[in-house]
C-alpha cells in the first residue's frame, strides 16, 4: 500500500530550543516512519523568520504537486496555508498550539486568528483549551481536532543518582526533598508565584530546583530575594540535555504550577509527560493544557491554580507516604508509554491526516 505523501513546514525547529521545536522535531521523526514526509523547516531561530516565510511560501507551491497534504507546525505558518490554499486544491492541516489563538498583537489576529487559520482544512489542536479558545474567536468546533503532544518515552531515561544530582545543583541532595520545574520561564508557569506563595509554607528540608531561562527570570529573582529563600531555591538557567535529564531522573516531585496570564496561555506542557517518562510524579495546576497532559491519579495530580494552601497540603500529603518517585514513579512511567508515547501518536496524527486527505477528494 502506498504511503501517504505529506510537505510538513516547520518555522521553529532544532536546534533552536523551545517546546514547539521540540514537538516539530519529534513530530516529523515519527510520522517519517510511518509515512513519506518532507521537512521544510527554519533551523535559525525567530529572527530569520522574515526571510524564511517567502522562502518557505515559494518552496512549497515548487514542491506541493508531488504530495498529497501540507502540515504546518504552527498557527504563525497560517498565512502560508491559506496562500496554498488560494492555489491549490490539496488539503491544508494545522497543528495548532495555545499562542497560536491568543497571541495580542491585533494585526496577528484580524489577519491570522481571523483569516488565515479558519481557512485552512483542519486544525489539530495539541489541547482542549485551545479548542475553546479558537470556538470564542469564531472558528466553527468541527474544523479542529484534539490530539496530545507525544514524547519520546526512552530518549530522557539515563541511569543517575543522587551524587550526579548534587554535582549539578552544587549542594548536598541527601536528606532533602527535591522539587523540580524545567522549562522556559515565562509568567505563566507561575515559578514567581510558587517561590512567593507557596515555599515558605513548606518545611525547610524542601528544596526547588529551576531549570531554564525566559523573560520571567527577573521576577523569579526577585521572589527569591524578597522571602530569603535564596539557600532554599536553585536557578540553574539553561542547562544541556545530559544535565536535564539527570534532573529528571532524581528529583522527587515535578511541579508546574501555572497561573493565568492574560494573552498567554498553556497549550499542552510538554515538559510533565516528560518528566513522567522518566518516572517522576507531577504536581500542576488545573489549567488549560495541562488538563490534557495530566491524568489525575495517572501520571499526575491537579490542585487550583493559584491556591497556594492546596498545593502546600498537596505536596505534604505526597511526601507523607514516602518518595514520590519511588511510590508512584512506575505507574506514572506506564501510564505516559501507553497514552503519550511518540509511536502512539503518530498513529493518531496520520489517522486524522488521511480522513481529511479522504474528505477533500
Not at 498529497?68 to 496562500?83: H, K, N, R
Not at 496570564?261 to 510533565?272: A, K, L, N, R, Y
Request: one cysteine or more.
Amino acid at each position: 500500500m502506498e504511503k501517504t505523501k505529506i510537505l510538513f513546514i516547520s518555522r521553529a525547529y532544532p536546534p533552536t530550543v523551545g517546546g514547539i521545536e521540540n514537538q516539530n522535531y519529534e513530530l516529523g521523526r515519527w510520522l517519517g516512519k510511518i509515512a513519506e514526509v518532507k521537512i521544510i523547516a527554519n533551523t535559525r531561530g525567530k529572527k530569520f523568520l522574515p526571510v524564511f516565510l517567502p522562502y518557505a511560501i515559494l518552496k512549497t507551491l515548487l514542491v506541493l504537486p508531488g504530495y498529497d497534504v501540507v502540515l504546518l507546525g504552527d498557527g504563525v505558518l497560517g498565512i502560508l496555508g491559506w496562500i496554498v490554499k488560494l492555489l491549490s486544491k490539496k488539503p491544508v492541516i494545522c497543528v495548532v498550539h495555545g499562542l497560536d489563538l491568543t497571541f495580542p498583537s491585533k494585526i496577528y489576529r484580524k489577519f491570522w486568528v481571523g483569516s488565515f487559520i479558519p481557512e485552512l482544512d483542519a486544525l489539530i489542536a495539541v489541547g482542549n483549551e485551545t479548542i475553546r479558545v479558537g470556538v470564542q474567536h469564531g472558528i466553527g468546533e468541527k474544523k479542529f481536532f484534539f490530539i496530545p503532544n507525544g514524547v519520546d518515552t526512552e530518549k530522557h531515561l539515563v541511569k543517575s543518582s543522587r551524587e550526579d544530582l548534587t554535582k549539578i545543583i552544587g549542594q548536598p541532595a541527601e536528606n532533602k526533598k527535591i522539587l523540580l520545574t524545567s522549562g522556559r520561564l515565562a509568567k505563566r508557569k507561575g515559578v514567581a508565584w510558587f517561590i512567593a506563595d507557596v515555599l515558605p509554607k513548606l518545611s525547610q528540608d524542601f528544596l526547588y530546583v529551576v531549570a531554564g531561562d525566559g523573560r520571567d527570570k527577573q521576577n523569579i529573582l526577585d521572589a527569591i530575594k524578597k522571602n530569603g529563600l535564596e539557600k532554599r531555591v536553585v536557578m540553574l538557567g539553561y542547562v544541556s540535555d545530559e544535565k536535564r535529564n539527570i534532573l529528571f531522573n532524581t528529583a522527587d516531585l515535578f511541579v508546574q504550577p501555572n497561573i493565568k496570564v492574560p494573552g498567554d496561555m498553556e497549550g499542552f506542557g510538554i515538559s510533565v509527560i516528560e518528566a513522567g517518562a522518566c518516572s517522576l510524579p507531577v504536581l500542576a495546576a488545573d489549567i488549560e493544557g495541562l488538563k490534557d497532559a495530566i491524568k489525575e491519579g495517572r501520571n499526575g495530580f491537579l490542585v487550583e491554580s493559584e491556591n497556594a494552601d492546596a498545593f502546600v497540603q498537596k505536596i505534604n500529603e505526597l511526601f507523607s507516604k514516602g518518595n514520590p518517585r519511588e511510590i508512584y514513579g512506575q505507574a506514572v512511567r506506564t501510564y505516559v508509554v501507553e497514552n503519550y508515547s511518540w509511536e502512539h501518536v503518530s498513529e493518531i496524527y496520520l489517522e486524522e491526516i488521511k480522513k481529511t486527505i479522504n474528505f477533500k477528494l
